[in-house]
């Protein structure tokens, strides 16, 4: 397989956002979970999850940040292992995990109980964690499969560089490869070189900033890091007027193969699947809510079928 081309945007992310130190250890764990799958006939699952922090100060006390919990993306993360992939789950430290996201709100001390006597054992009260005993029998299972390989980031920086560490490693099983990029992505940072070492004072006044645009990442891993990938993005709007025509200005622009695209106050239940020769609306319904329905199953299922129609393309 060819080596991919360098892409102009390496030497910004090298000079303006700060290399994690365990990047390089990061991807040979990635690389090697990708090989070991493939080889097993799985298909491998990047997911990125949660939100990017853009620290104001190098020493960081300030910081912009996002409103996302990475729900989507952990629950995402279930309904694709349940449909046979592997997944590396590029997800922001502390945001919502698979498995735990639904236990996320319920105080875990008052869900224990300390048995009287001697032993002092610990007893979970399945009426506090609801189905905690199949949800922890699945996870078992998974993480007995080694199925899911966990990266946490949490800055802007470890982010794009975790990302792209990540879309190198795939690259090897090529077509088998699928990105969901479910993150929510600052558009905008301070470079490294501009930001002020200690934290900002308030005694000096009003603050007043200029932040740079963050480079397009979606462009080179298309392009350059992982061409053969079956990569899908994520876009987010308020104004539902304008949704259709920026998830199409994606597609024509970076020329991936799917935009999930969403308004914020419908998210959970209504999406619409993007293609260049498509256009999937996925609803749920009044039974479907019932019946504890989730809309990122409709979303894998749908995104599952269209990896498959790509491979067999790539192969005919």
Not at 18 to 23: E, I, K, L, N, Q
Not at 168 to 189: C, E, H, R
Request: contains cysteine; charged residues 20%.
């Amino acid at each position: 397989m060819a080596e991919p081309r360098i892409s102009s945007i390496d030497g910004k992310l090298a000079e303006e956002f700060a290399v994690p130190a365990h990047v390089e250890e990061v991807k040979a764990k990635m690389s090697a979970f990708a090989t070991k799958h493939a080889a097993a006939g799985r298909r491998v699952v990047l997911i990125t999850s949660g939100g990017t922090k853009v620290p104001l100060e190098s020493r960081t006390v300030r910081f912009l940040d996002n409103f996302s919990s990475g729900r989507r993306g952990s629950c995402s993360a279930e309904y694709f292992i349940d449909s046979g992939y592997a997944v590396v789950f590029l997800h922001r430290h502390r945001s919502l995990y698979p498995y735990t996201r639904m236990f996320s709100t319920i105080n875990v001390m008052d869900a224990l109980q300390l048995t009287s006597g001697s032993s002092g054992e610990v007893l979970v009260n399945p009426q506090v964690l609801p189905n905690i005993a199949k949800v922890l029998k699945k996870y078992q299972e998974v993480k007995d499969g080694g199925l899911l390989l966990p990266i946490e980031f949490s800055t802007l920086s470890e982010y794009l560089h975790l990302l792209k560490a990540a879309a190198q490693a795939l690259s090897t099983i090529g077509p088998k490869a699928m990105f969901y990029l479910a993150a929510a992505v600052s558009d905008f940072y301070i470079p490294a070189s501009e930001m002020p070492e200690h934290k900002i004072q308030s005694s000096n006044g009003p603050l007043q900033l200029s932040l740079n645009m963050v480079p397009k990442i979606l462009s080179p891993l298309v392009k350059d890091w992982a061409p053969q990938a079956f990569v899908i993005s994520f876009k987010l709007e308020t104004d539902a007027a304008i949704l259709l025509d920026k998830a199409r200005r994606a597609l024509n622009n970076y020329r991936h193969q799917a935009v999930v695209a969403n308004v914020l106050d419908s998210r959970r239940g209504y999406v619409v699947v993007v293609t260049p020769k498509t256009q999937d609306e996925l609803i749920l319904t009044e039974e479907d809510v019932k019946n504890e329905v989730e809309i990122e199953e409709m979303i894998v299922s749908n995104l599952t079928s269209a990896h498959n129609r790509f491979i067999n393309q790539q192969v005919s």
